[in-house]
């Protein structure tokens, strides 16, 4: 494994804004990002997702997926931003027979714990949910092929199991269908759930959150799906949706449609590989998509009234095109939405941006970027942006970013560094 402290990133937000690594004269205290190439051999593209990996404040950890051979890792930062690669790398091939995974493998982190998992197709009419804590445990979820969309979340308890405290669990949705993922207890047959919006119309399942609305110890389900595939829409479900038919779940006849006042129609209509990321308990992000061949795209911000259970967009939507992952930054009191643009035009290559916007949790999202990312040398193809995370690093959190085969990690978006003014300083301990 290489890793490199660089000046990358360097902005130019307006004419005559800039940094050259010849404005510092001790690169080694001055530079504010690491660069970490792949770190064996094992993965002909590496970076395809990350995540998180821990919660913790000593140093940071993120979670890496490689493609080419599917592969799980760990990099693990110290607290003076040194990085190695752990030693619970997974041939996920050898250990749980995957195969090639998706162009935009779906990679959560669990918010309440260190937990990740990756979802990915395992076979014929099988999922499977890889989960765990430095390593992973496969659980399958049988009937559907291509998982969509997943999420965490606390299902309500099941009448027919202990009343024991319920961990998060994953959701998964494939098509116009959730299943839900068990850890323990595992019910049979598979729990399922076809998703109808209020006329009784199939809603193809893009985006999944958990929301915390109709109660205070378990979720309800965020939707923002299609309808005929002309028509986006955003739905609240309750959460009793993970655990399928009564008397234990909400699908009667295997069908659920939506808590009625909740539906919004939005501009936008998602393709697979769209998201939703949740702000907190009732606030979220549409991070929406064409399919291949469309830069079209969608940043959007939502509240959701528990009182009322409706759905509203709160201030003006981002559409710049090429938009492909996002993630929510929090510094202090402070939030930001990082998002990543991998196929934008950095100096004239298709070498991929990422762009950092704040967020009003009153107003939305400002429009224009705090900070705006890349490699300083971009290259064609780089894809830069087309995985991005904010790691939890000496107990705060900081931006993580994904590109071809190289994993960027900003421990500082000070005024050189994002190109305006400082979001967060220097988090490394020296």
Request: hydrophobic share 40%.
């Amino acid at each position: 494994m290489r890793t490199k402290i660089l000046l990358t990133g360097c902005a130019l937000l307006s004419a005559g804004v800039g940094c050259k690594w010849t404005d510092f004269d001790d690169l080694e205290k001055d530079t504010w990002v690491s660069s970490t190439d792949k770190p064996n051999g094992d993965s002909t593209d590496y970076g395809v997702a990350i995540a998180r990996g821990q919660k913790g404040s000593n140093g940071g950890k993120l979670v890496v997926i490689g493609a080419g051979q599917a592969q799980y890792t760990e990099l693990v930062y110290s607290p003076n931003g040194d990085s190695d690669l752990a030693p619970t790398a997974l041939k996920l091939n050898t250990q749980f027979g995957i195969g090639n995974l998706d162009q935009q493998p779906i990679l959560i982190a669990d918010p309440s714990n260190d937990e990740v998992s990756l979802v990915v197709n395992s076979g014929s009419q099988a999922i499977a949910v890889l989960t765990g804590t430095g390593g992973l445990l496969a659980h399958q979820v049988f009937g559907p092929e291509q998982p969509d969309a997943a999420t965490y979340m606390v299902p309500p308890p099941r009448v027919d199991q202990p009343a024991l405290p319920t961990p998060a669990q994953v959701l998964v949705s494939s098509g116009d269908t959730v299943y839900g993922t068990f850890v323990m207890n595992v019910p049979n047959p598979q729990t399922k759930c076809q998703l109808q919006d209020a006329a009784a119309s199939p809603v193809t399942v893009r985006g999944v959150g958990a929301a915390r609305v109709s109660s205070t110890t378990f979720d309800d389900v965020v939707v923002w799906g299609s309808v005929g595939g002309n028509v986006g829409k955003l739905l609240l479900y309750p959460g009793s949706v993970f655990n399928g038919n009564p008397p234990v779940g909400a699908c009667a006849g295997g069908i659920a449609q939506p808590i009625a006042t909740s539906v919004l129609e939005t501009p936008f209509v998602p393709a697979k590989g769209s998201q939703i990321v949740m702000v907190d308990a009732t606030h979220f992000i549409a991070v929406g998509h064409k399919d291949l061949g469309s830069a079209d795209s969608f940043l959007g911000y939502y509240t959701i009234d528990p009182t009322a259970k409706t759905i509203t967009a709160t201030g003006a939507a981002v559409t710049l095109g090429d938009l492909r992952t996002a993630t929510v930054l929090n510094v202090g009191t402070k939030r930001f939405v990082v998002a990543g643009y991998p196929a934008a035009l950095v100096e004239n290559v298709k070498a991929g941006r990422v762009l950092v916007f704040p967020l009003d949790m009153t107003a939305g999202i400002d429009a224009t970027p705090a900070a705006q990312l890349y490699d300083s040398q971009p290259e064609d193809n780089q894809q830069f942006g087309r995985g991005v995370a904010a790691m939890p690093f000496n107990g705060e959190e900081v931006v993580a970013v994904a590109a071809d085969n190289e994993i960027f990690v900003y421990f500082e978006l000070g005024p050189s560094s994002s190109g305006m003014g400082s979001i967060y300083g220097d988090k490394r301990v020296r």
